[in-house]
T-cell receptor, first 116, second 112 residues
Framework: GAVVSQHPSRVICKSGTSVKIECRSL??????MFWYRQFPKQSLMLMAT?????????EQGVEKDKFLINHASLTLSTLTVTSAHPEDSSFYIC????????????FGQGTRLTVV | GQNIDQPTEMTATEGAIVQINCTYQ??????LFWYQQHAGEAPTFLSY????GLEEKGRFSSFLSRSKGYSYLLLKELQMKDSASYLC?????????????FGQGTELSVKP
């Protein structure tokens, strides 16, 4: 089946620093990828839709200047959490759909971000 | 707008059958998904329904009624490893990005 690889799986950073999370589709091309955030005991909340070669579409309430998304190729999207604060600590997950025909969305392994 | 509802938690006995319901109200519909998620891990795909009816896959079945905005996930012969969160998600139309919107998840506990 299709595989989405997310890196890093865990990261601890200091307040005020920036963290970059990568999401790669390993064996298929994905013109669209999605970034979710999940707080403990809660469901996945869609943050933004990442579009290859164009600007990301952000959900209401998500700060685009804080969560920078770049989708420079058909297999890679990155999410950069800028000037991180402790309240940004969360589980971040990306997903991608194989444009070649699979209906399901494939998820990366997730990134546990802890801001201290 | 989007609204997806499912029970917060359920408890069932090993070997039994459990049904997890999901109701939705969305501005666009292009399929309903069920995912399983264990704590600290990414969701794994269980089933997909886009037409009305029942889809069966081993111990798991999923049903959809588009006119009622209703789906359920049926788990048979429950095993302890089935204890997890089960997420119902609706996909919007492709011209809306085809994004998945998730319900709050149902935490299932399987007891011996």
């Amino acid at each position: 089946g299709a595989v989405v690889s997310q890196h890093p799986s865990r990261v601890i950073c200091k307040s005020g620093t920036s963290v970059k999370i990568e999401c790669r589709s390993l064996d298929f091309q994905a013109t669209t990828m999605f970034w979710y955030r999940q707080f403990p005991k809660q469901s996945l909340m869609l943050m933004a839709t990442s579009n290859e070669g164009s600007k990301a579409t952000y959900e209401q309430g998500v700060e685009k200047d804080k969560f920078l998304i770049n989708h420079a190729s058909l297999t890679l999207s990155t999410l950069t959490v800028t000037s991180a604060h402790p309240e940004d600590s969360s589980f971040y997950i990306c997903s991608a759909r194989d444009e070649g025909g699979n209906t399901e969305a494939f998820f990366g392994q997730g990134t546990r971000l802890t801001v201290v | 707008g989007q609204n997806i509802d499912q029970p917060t938690e359920m408890t069932a006995t090993e070997g039994a059958i459990v049904q997890i319901n999901c109701t939705y109200q969305t501005s666009g519909f292009n399929g309903l998904f069920w995912y399983q998620q264990h704590a600290g891990e990414a969701p794994t795909f269980l089933s997909y329904n886009v037409l009305d009816g029942l889809e069966e896959k081993g111990r798991f079945s999923s049903f959809l009624s588009r006119s009622k905005g209703y789906s359920y996930l049926l788990l048979k012969e429950l095993q302890m490893k089935d204890s997890a969160s089960y997420l119902c998600a609706v996909r919007g139309r492709y011209n809306q990005g085809g994004k998945l919107i998730f319900g709050q998840g149902t935490e299932l506990s399987v007891k011996p």
